[in-house]
Each structure stands twice: as structure tokens, then as C-alpha cells.
């Protein structure tokens, strides 16, 4: 397995590039891609505070080496998204593997991703086997990804996709009933002040709340090496359960205090929403040209998460 994006920064010789610097600070939680269709497929990077936003570009190609680029397309990163890219390649061939870059700058200072592997879904009149795998509750607070490990290890080449049935994320920073606080896998928020504290007054632990509170999670979730590299491997159909929001959740109130409070929240509901649609390769999130484009049409309580996907004559 290709570890390289364990070093800070590797001076490469890419085809089309000169020498290049496959930057894990300029993109440090990799590449993702998800939602295969027949003719298309959705990437996604981030950038790390970038100082030009739209110095950008994605390359996508038949090969590994990129001798054969079949899509360039130059992209903007947003900060209101907090620099996170998402977009949907559309024009690709059906049951195709293809390889993907994302590429910062130019000359000299040109810091490119690593490079993804995803694969488009067969036609509905294709005879083919389809393999994939299911996966979900991923919590990571005192918690290692060894399932994605197998997975990596013994059916590399041999999945077309993974499905996650949710849980991608789990909102509480240590809920002792089934978390270890004290684990080296631990969050503590940088928003402290937007988070809701439960427990213990005295010795609290955290639920998100805040925007930025969910997109720590992720970013932290996003750092695991393992989890970026399944991620790199295999495109991704995702949907969400209750933790990307809140345990046991029903629309937009959170079950903590067992109905003692008020705790309906569309605002963290949307929040919630945000940060998943930012971080998570869905079609659910692009706009009209392609790229992530969020606003209250598609968040709580207009959300629409559901979507439909064949895969030859024999999935659905």
C-alpha cells in the first residue's frame, strides 16, 4: 500500500508536471470520491488555507501516470466551505477505472494531491459481477479502522465501491458509555463555547453544536491514514444515520436529556448538514456547474438525501 502521504512533503517527477511536490499540508486529508454513475463520478479535496483559493486544478486520467488525461478542469476553493472541493465529472465511460489529482499553484511552488483511484458504474444493459463492500459506525475516539485495514490488505483491486450505512462520524468528544476520553484518538473542540457540555458539570464532555465544531470532527476523523486510504481506493455511496447530527436524533431535536429540556436545534441541524455535504464525495450538494454549492435549498428541513443507482443488470 502507498504510504508516501505519511511524509509532509515528497518531491516527485509527474508526467505533464516537472518536478512536483505531493504536499500533505497543502492537502491533508487526501482525496475522496463517491456516488459512481455510468458517465460520472464526484471528487473531493481540501485545501489547507491556501493563499490563492483558485489556483486549482483537477486532472483525471485512464491511467496512473496520467499519460492519458481525459478531464482538466481548473476549480475554485472556497473558504466559506472552508476550502473543501467538491465536483462532479460528468462525460466518463461506464465500468472504467480512472485515477485523479488535484494540483495547487504552478512552477517551482506546484503541490499536487495524492493520487485517487475510483471507477464508474456499469450501464443497466451490462451482464457483469459486481463486488462492494458495507461498512459503517465509524467511531474513532479510542477506536482504530482495522475492518478498512482488511479490506485494503486482501480485496484492493476486487471492489467496485463501498457503501457506508452511516454513523461516518460521531458527534460527542467522550461519551464514557461507549467512549474512552483519556484515549491518544481524542477531540477536544477549539470552539469550546459553541459546543453543548453533558455529563458530569464538573468534568464535562462535549456534543457538536457549532459549525466548526462538526468540521473538527471530520478533519480529525480525515487525518486517520488508514481511513484516507480506502478513501483513495474506492469511490464511496454515503448516507447518514444519527450521529452525523445527534444520538437517536428525529429531525432536528437531540434526545441528551431524555425530553427534560427544549432541545430542538435546526440551527445545529443545518450545521450538522454543512459540514457533512462539505466533507462527504454525495452528488447531494453540487450546484448547477458542477461544485459544491450550499445553501438552505438543500439543508434541514429541505434536505433530500435519498438517490436512486443501478449497476448493470443485477444491482440496484
Avoid at 477505472?97 to 499553484?105: E, S, W
Avoid at 456499469?122 to 467511531?139: G, I, L, S
Avoid at 465544531?213 to 487525518?223: H, L, V
Amino acid at each position: 500500500m502507498n504510504r508516501t502521504k505519511w511524509i509532509a512533503c515528497l518531491v516527485v517527477v509527474v508526467c505533464g508536471l516537472g518536478a512536483a511536490t505531493v504536499s500533505a499540508e497543502m492537502f491533508p486529508e487526501s482525496v475522496a470520491s463517491g456516488d459512481p454513475r455510468p458517465d460520472s463520478v464526484v471528487l473531493w479535496t481540501r485545501l489547507d488555507s491556501p493563499e490563492m483559493p483558485d489556483a486549482l486544478r483537477l486532472d483525471v486520467a485512464t491511467d496512473g501516470e496520467f499519460n492519458n488525461v481525459v478531464v482538466t478542469r481548473d476549480l475554485v476553493a472556497e473558504e466559506q466551505y472552508d476550502y473543501a472541493v467538491k465536483v462532479l465529472v460528468d462525460g466518463l465511460e461506464p465500468y472504467t477505472t480512472y485515477y485523479y489529482r488535484f494540483v495547487y499553484g504552478s512552477g517551482a511552488a506546484m503541490e499536487t494531491s495524492p493520487v485517487g483511484r475510483t471507477k464508474t458504474a456499469p450501464t443497466p444493459d451490462m451482464d457483469v459481477d459486481v463486488k462492494f463492500a458495507v461498512v459503517y459506525c465509524q467511531d474513532y475516539i479510542g477506536r482504530y479502522y482495522n475492518t478498512y485495514l482488511k479490506l485494503l490488505m486482501d480485496h484492493d483491486e476486487d471492489i467496485d465501491f463501498v457503501v457506508h450505512l452511516g454513523d461516518y462520524i460521531y458527534e460527542t468528544t467522550g461519551d464514557p458509555s461507549f467512549q474512552d476520553p483519556d484515549s491518544p484518538r481524542g477531540i477536544m473542540f477549539d470552539d469550546v463555547e459553541g459546543a453543548i457540555p453533558l455529563g458530569d458539570p464538573e468534568d464535562p464532555y462535549y456534543a457538536a453544536a457549532s459549525l466548526d465544531n462538526y468540521r473538527q470532527i471530520y478533519r480529525t476523523y480525515r487525518s486517520d491514514p488508514v481511513l484516507q486510504e480506502a478513501h483513495e481506493r474506492w469511490p464511496m455511496i454515503v448516507i447518514w444515520d444519527d450521529h452525523e447530527y445527534s444520538d437517536d436524533s428525529w429531525q432536528a431535536t437531540a434526545t441528551y436529556t431524555d425530553g427534560r429540556d427544549e432541545e430542538d436545534n435546526p440551527d445545529r441541524r443545518r450545521n450538522a448538514e454543512q459540514a457533512f455535504f462539505e466533507w462527504v464525495p454525495t452528488e447531494v450538494g453540487i450546484g448547477d456547474d458542477g461544485t459544491l454549492d450550499l445553501d438552505a435549498s438543500v439543508l434541514y428541513p429541505n434536505t433530500m438525501i435519498y438517490r436512486d443507482y443501478m449497476f448493470g443488470q443485477h444491482l440496484h
